[in-house]
Structure formats: structure tokens, C-alpha cells
């Protein structure tokens, strides 16, 4: 049973643009979400979360949004650069419980 | 910055050996993960640990064992090898029980069993 799920396998972005990334869940008890990148050969890195209290959340040029009725999240990325090419994992927590993985999407920006 | 070290980055062994995975980390944090990442599946828990002797059963831990005999080192361990245990195996550490922190993790350890 899949409560974390990102339906996008890929993803391919040119340079300059806006990457969207989605993501659903079904578990209602779920407080809390964040965005992993993971480069090849490398562990995942924390990009940005947001609480169920709140419906955006903004740092730089990475935006999560939250719509809790549609149990839906979204990371948004304004201007998209080669460097962003990577995976990006959603991820959820009910009451700071351990985390629940979706399964990847990977993003190419083409320059 | 926190440091979260895995002892290997690559790993080769036969099925049925009993292989040890290694992660050790600097910043003295309470709660430690193992994960492992397959295509298609994203991150799964095989065991975690909220204090030195302390684990708990994650979402796969059949065929795993773990061990936490100090804070800092938290150790996987497969008591029997089988080749549908080749995956990347990560590691990570997270501060605080119950809290809506970030897990911070290792750079994987990629293990092919033969």
C-alpha cells in the first residue's frame, strides 16, 4: 500500500523554465512533508519542507506547495538550471513519525 | 554540517556470507535509519533506532538484523546473504524523538550479492 506516491517517473525541463514535481498521498494522519535530491553516487539531501498548518513555503528558488483537500503536494522550481538534473523524493510523517518515501522522480534540465 | 559516514561505497559478496554495513555519525543524534533504495520502490526502512539498544522493525526487515552498541555507529547486518538483497543501502540520522526534523544521510552503500 502505497501511501506516498509520485506518479511522474521523469521529468525533462529546459533551462530557464519552471519544474513542477507532484506528489499524493492517502494517509490523512500525515503533519508533515519534505523534498529530498539525490545526485548519482550520493545520499539524498534535505531540500525543503512544509507543515500541515500551512499551504506554501518558499526558500530561494524552491517553492512546496500543500493542498490538504486533495491530499496533494507540489515543489516548484523557478528558473530551472542544469544543476537541478537529479531525483527528488517526496516524503511524509505523521506526529514526527518515521518518514514514508515516494518513489522518485527524476528531472533532467536540459541546457 | 552533519557528517553521516558508511564504511563502504561499493560492495561485492556471495550469497549466504553474513555482511556488515557500517554508518557512524559525528553529530550526536538520537535517532538512526537504514533504508534501502530500489527503481521504482523509493526509499524503504529496514530498522531504526531512537537510542543506543534500541531498534525497531521497519517496513522490511526480514533477512536484517541491526545493532546500536553506541551512539554514534549503527550497524545492518544480513545474516545470510540472497541475491534479492542487492540494492543501494543508506543510512541516516535524524536529532530528536517524535520531532519534525530532517533525517540526514549517508552517500549509500551499493551491494551486490552474487
Known sequence: DQQVKQNS??????????????CDYTNSMFDYFLWYKKYPAEG???L???????????????TVFLNKSAKHLSLH????????????????????NKLVFGAGTILRVKS | DVKVTQSSRYLVKRTGEKVFLECVQDMD??????????????????????DVKM?????????????????ERFSLILESASTNQTSMYLCATQTGLYS??????GDGTRLSIL
Open chain 2, 55 to 71: 531498534k525497531e522493525k521497519g517496513d522490511i526487515p526480514e533477512g536484517y538484523s541491526v545493532s546500536r552498541e553506541k551512539k
Open chain 1, 77 to 96: 522550481i523557478v528558473p530551472s538550471q542544469p544543476g537541478d538534473s537529479a531525483v527528488y523524493f517526496c516524503a511524509a510523517s505523521a506526529h514526527g
Open chain 1, 9 to 22: 517517473p521523469s521529468l525533462s525541463v529546459q533551462e530557464g523554465r519552471i519544474s513542477i514535481l507532484n
Open chain 2, 100 to 105: 519534525n526534523q530532517p533525517q540526514h544521510f
Open chain 2, 29 to 50: 543524534h538520537e535517532n538512526m535509519f537504514w533504508y534501502r533504495q530500489d527503481p521504482g520502490l523509493g526509499l524503504r526502512l529496514i530498522y531504526f533506532s531512537y
Open chain 1, 48 to 62: 525543503i519542507s512544509i507543515s500541515s498548518i500551512k499551504d506554501k513555503n518558499e526558500d530561494g528558488r524552491f
Open chain 1, 44 to 46: 539524498p539531501t534535505f
